[in-house]
């Protein structure tokens, strides 16, 4: 069947850029004659008026921005003058003397504001910096930004810990001084704040935990870069909304019929899991795929007939409640006429289910690998290294890590570069398991942030496994239906907590809830 689903068009604040990037596109703008000032200028006055939408009315309120030396503290000392314009009581801190354009900044805020400036030069002073946040309303965080490299020191530490224990509201201005833009980890002191502005894009750290719950609200802020920029800094992420992904989903001809839209086969289920490979097979059929076909083990074949009767299931050879090793050939013969293989949910583990992983690899077959077939390939990693057909892997960070050989928790905070890492190794698909999500190809990576903790529930990732080849059988490319199957699982998920509690909210209320949410993707 041929593949449909094209790349999704970004807007150039949901890319995602890296320090580097973000340099460069200063140094872009800077070229085509857009001067550095006047590009600070631009986001303080946007900064300022995201921080008046934001509480309303500032107008009587002692604003207090706390600079570093560089261009995070000049776009604070900017965002405070604007908001002293418009009604606010500003003040300013300067630990040091500010550089270049943020030089002209602080002259700036000393004409408006002369009485309001006071300038911290050692930690010794740090009794002076409490006093002002004492009688402070509003914080604004222009200590660091992108370019902090290792852990913040001296003055400038002592000032992070005195914002982070003053209990006053805080705004970052680009991101809360003490993280590292360019992932999750936060490696020394770092200030908690409530609304984070990131200036022209986002940041990895802005959506990478644990770094992400640090930023609070995150709220990207407009700054004049000629739009040309745009296209010569190449982001490490984008991330995907509703009319991305709707430019993703493969078409639903007026004239279609259930060959037209792709035959899928879930390979999976054995004793006691039976519902694991129910619950692939129904988010495939939700997704749109036109027939769907079970092979599970013969003691759980009459169980999964039962909970997805509008499947084809196939009862398979079995040893010990699981797969013998001679249902590799039944597997791979079923896989033949499929557009689509997902093999994994509930499919147990042993020398039966390694076997059938083993086969459908190297038979070179369409593959979503999932659960238990990711458990096997952790001990037989020389399969994605050779030759296979086009697959995609949908591992949560236990899974990767187990695949990787890494610990989860050093997984999560660098997600984006180990998904992407992992797709040109692997010459795959990565969904690496949010939140967020990223998904990853040899030629980029896609975040999405739909979705909450209702996912946390065992079988929510069978349904995403069944969705991405519902999507894919039915014409879409790998990359594009598992883009769009993580972003409308994850819409699904939000949907269904308006009102109700994630705890609350199973697999089976999430398939209910997929149509609504395609309807709404689609428009």
């Not at 300022?48 to 570093?68: E, H, N, P, Q």
């Not at 050093?410 to 398991?433: F, G, H, N, S, Y």
Request: aromatic share 4%.
């Amino acid at each position: 069947m041929a593949r449909r689903g094209g790349e999704p068009r970004i807007h150039p604040v949901l890319k995602v850029l890296s320090t580097e990037a973000a340099r460069a596109l200063d140094a872009r703008a800077a070229e085509g004659g857009v001067s550095p000032l006047l590009l600070m200028e631009s986001a303080g006055r946007g900064a300022a008026m995201t921080v008046r939408a934001w509480d309303k009315s500032v107008v009587g309120k002692r604003i207090l921005a706390v600079c570093g030396t560089g261009g995070n503290g000049g776009d604070a000392l900017a965002a405070a003058r604007w908001l002293g314009q418009w009604g606010a009581d500003p003040r300013a801190i300067l630990l040091g003397e500010p550089r270049g354009p943020a030089a002209e900044q602080a002259a700036a805020f000393r004409a408006s504001f002369p009485e309001s400036v006071l300038t911290v030069q050692d930690g010794k002073d740090i009794a002076a910096l409490e006093a002002w946040l004492a009688e402070a309303d509003l914080v604004l965080d222009g200590i660091l930004g992108v370019g902090l490299s290792g852990k913040a020191r001296g003055l400038v530490a002592a000032a992070i810990e005195a914002l982070h224990a003053s209990g006053v509201p805080v705004v970052a201005l680009d991101l809360p001084s003490g993280l590292s833009a360019d992932t999750g980890w936060v490696s020394g002191p770092a200030v908690r704040v409530d609304l984070t502005l990131a200036m022209g894009a986002l940041k990895p750290c802005h959506l990478l935990p644990p770094a992400a719950e640090l930023c609070g609200e995150v709220r990207v802020v407009d700054v004049a870069y000629p739009p040309g920029v745009w296209d010569e800094v190449d982001p490490v992420a984008l991330v995907l909304e509703d009319d991305d992904v709707r430019a993703l989903l493969p078409p639903r001809p007026r004239f279609g019929h259930k060959g037209t839209f792709g035959e899928v086969l879930v390979v999976g289920g054995s004793v006691g899991m039976a519902g694991a490979a129910a619950l692939a097979a129904q988010g495939a059929l939700r997704a749109g795929a036109g027939l769907v076909h079970v092979l599970t083990p013969e003691p759980v074949f009459p169980i999964v007939a039962g909970l997805v009767p509008e499947a084809l299931v196939h009862p398979g050879p079995t040893a010990a409640g699981t797969f013998s090793p001679e249902a590799a050939a039944e597997a791979v013969r079923l896989a033949e006429g499929m557009d689509v293989v997902v093999v994994g949910p509930g499919l147990g583990r042993g020398a039966g289910p390694a076997e059938v992983v083993r086969a459908l690899v190297l038979g070179r077959i369409p593959l979503v690998l999932d659960a238990d077939a990711l458990y096997a390939l952790a001990h037989e990693p020389e399969l994605l290294g050779g030759a296979h057909g086009e697959l995609v892997l949908t591992p949560h960070p236990g899974e990767f890590g187990r695949l990787v050989g890494a610990d989860p928790e050093e997984i999560v905070p660098d997600k984006i570069r180990w998904a992407r890492d992992r797709a040109r190794a692997w010459r795959a698909t990565v969904v690496l398991k949010g939140p967020p999500t990223a998904i990853a190809s040899p030629d980029g990576v896609y975040l999405t942030t739909t979705g909450n903790t209702a996912l946390a529930h065992g079988g929510s990732g069978d349904v995403l496994a069944g969705m991405v080849a519902g999507l894919w059988a039915s014409g879409a490319r790998a990359t594009a239906a598992a883009s769009a199957a993580a972003f409308v699982h994850g819409r699904a998920a939000d949907a269904l907590t308006v009102g109700s509690s994630p705890r609350a909210v199973l697999p089976t209320d999430l398939l209910a809830a997929l149509g609504p949410a395609f309807s709404a993707v689609e428009g």
